[in-house]
């Protein structure tokens, strides 16, 4: 184990930690991202076609706030949190919301559906929670979280996206809402938290392991510096509206 984790440097868990504080920032970028994915995967669902959900789950940011809420509960930080936290509970509502509404616009376009019977393979798969989820998901986390500290292999970062599909899930609660189908709801619900668990809790285990906890002081530099930048974004969004409606 010594090995696997001997040529981890400061400076690589310095560059992590601000990168995964920047990914997780509840900035407009963010969530302009998880609006797209969630629209492509929900397209995806109700053609049933898996290539698309795949797309989604490549260009969605929200791995992001699950791995820095589990950075949070293993450096004891309740600023980082509840930052985390309530950029997830913002992306769910997003992703929902944005999904019963394409629902009820592009139902009666999805090819697959057959009479009443809306439950195509896709959908169906990301509405049957089990243990195998949850072992895929710590699996995951475990790999997502070593590949963000390690720089040499950043590039398994898409793979391990993909594996937690996170972003289906949302989408598929949002297929329920417009067709009020409560075990589909129910189901797709039950498979986020599964997924997301398991994901807080194999990060939490590697960042242990890396002994990220031992940069707490960065980390709170890093938050800091990350809601100064947002702030100044929102003042300076302000001022131009204000400047625009004058002239």
Request: include cysteine; proline fraction near 4%; charged fraction near 20%.
């Amino acid at each position: 184990m010594y090995l696997l984790f001997d040529n981890i440097t400061d400076k690589d868990k310095v560059v992590a930690i601000d990168e995964l504080i920047k990914d997780s920032t509840p900035r407009p970028s963010f969530f302009f991202l998880m609006s797209l994915s969630i629209l492509m995967a929900t397209c995806g669902l109700l053609i049933n076609n898996s290539a698309v959900i795949i797309g989604s789950m490549l260009i969605a940011p929200i791995l992001s706030p699950v791995l820095s809420l589990a950075l949070g509960i293993v450096i004891a930080d309740g600023k980082l949190i509840s930052r985390s936290f309530y950029t997830l509970l913002k992306s769910m509502g997003y992703a929902i919301g944005l999904s019963t509404v394409v629902t009820l616009m592009l139902w009666k376009f999805a090819h697959f559906n057959v009479g009443d019977s809306f439950l195509n393979p896709e959908i169906m798969s990301r509405t049957e929670a089990s243990v195998i989820y949850l072992f895929i998901a710590i699996i995951a986390g475990l790999a997502t979280a070593f590949a963000r500290v390690k720089p040499d292999l950043n590039e398994t970062l898409p793979g391990t996206a993909i594996a937690v599909a996170l972003v289906p899930p949302l989408a598929t609660i949002g297929i329920g809402v417009a067709r009020f189908d409560i075990d589909v709801i129910s189901g797709a619900l039950s498979m986020f938290v599964l997924n997301t668990i398991g994901i807080v809790l194999a990060a939490m285990v590697m960042f242990s392991l890396m002994n990220l906890y031992t940069k707490r002081k960065k980390v709170e530099h890093s938050v800091e510096q990350a809601d100064a930048e947002l702030e100044k974004q929102k003042k300076d969004s302000d001022k131009k509206k204000k400047s625009n409606s004058l002239s």
